[in-house]
């Protein structure tokens, strides 16, 4: 891949989220101008406070939580763009694929806007399906952006990038959802939920081993692994969070773990 068709696929990617972004906005304010954002009865099942809280459960700071994904992944892909605009490091392109994670868990945002918090509906199954792509999405880039990372690996980059894309399409739609448990932060259920966090968290740490052993090949800070971690920390936290307190910590670190990352990623580049 030419670092100039990398530049114009990242750019397409800050557009794209930019829309994502724009349209969810309109949804809400239209639902919200509207009063229909709150009509279904399946919030006081879920025990959400639906005013402002700080320390317990909240219908806003699971909206904040994906709003801040939203607004986080447009930023951060404006830095790969123009930090990485003449450089052939090819993690840049496995942090896209992250960015495109955490635009597909932020999908769920639209779950409240359409009323579809029970029953069998697309919406609800879109959504089902873009969350676990964007778990395994998140995992495997990361994974992946550890694992080949050298240079010797740079004519592979292509055939790389759509093994993470195509494992974690596949799962998505191999897993079956349970559309009738839906969490408070909007996620619907799948099944062996138990055994894919296991392996998410496997994988995490054969991630963060890996970077640990390269940096100690090549002499370089263990910073990179400290910011790797964070930022995996970071995104399953706000990921997950209906509590505003875990969503002031998650996004804290998905920010420190990135720019970490990127000072180290910039620094060998």
């Not at 891949?1 to 530049?7: G, Y």
Request: positive net charge; contains cysteine.
């Amino acid at each position: 891949m030419t670092i100039r068709l990398r530049n114009r696929l990242i750019r397409a990617l800050f557009y794209f989220f930019v829309a994502v972004l724009g349209i969810s906005c309109a949804f809400y304010f239209l639902q919200i101008f509207r009063n229909r954002i709150f009509e279904n009865p399946n919030f006081i099942r879920q025990n959400w406070n639906m005013t402002f809280s700080f320390s317990k459960p909240c219908f806003w700071a699971s909206v904040a939580g994906n709003g801040f994904l939203l607004v986080y992944e447009i930023v951060i892909c404006f830095f790969l763009f123009k930090g990485f605009e003449k450089t052939q490091s090819q993690e840049v392109c496995f942090l896209a694929c992250f960015l495109i994670g955490c635009c597909a868990e932020s999908i769920k945002l639209w779950v409240p806007v359409f009323n579809t918090y029970t029953g069998f509906s697309k919406m609800l199954i879109f959504a089902g399906d873009a969350t676990i792509l964007s778990r395994f999405l998140a995992t495997l880039s990361l994974f992946f952006c550890a694992l080949f990372s050298g240079q010797e690996q740079r004519q592979n980059l292509e055939q790389n990038i759509i093994i993470v894309l195509g494992t974690a399409f596949f799962i998505s739609i191999v897993l079956p959802l349970n559309t009738a448990d839906i969490q408070s932060n909007f996620k619907v259920n799948h099944s062996f939920s138990r055994i894919v966090e296991v392996v998410q968290i496997i994988i995490n740490l054969i991630t963060l081993m890996t970077v640990y052993l390269n940096n100690r090949r090549d002499g370089v800070s263990y910073w990179g692994v400290v910011g790797l971690f964070l930022l995996m920390g970071g995104f399953y936290i706000v990921a997950g969070c209906s509590v505003m307190l875990w969503l002031v910590f998650g996004a804290g670190f998905m920010i420190a773990g990135m720019v970490i990352y990127l000072k180290i990623l910039h620094r060998i580049s």
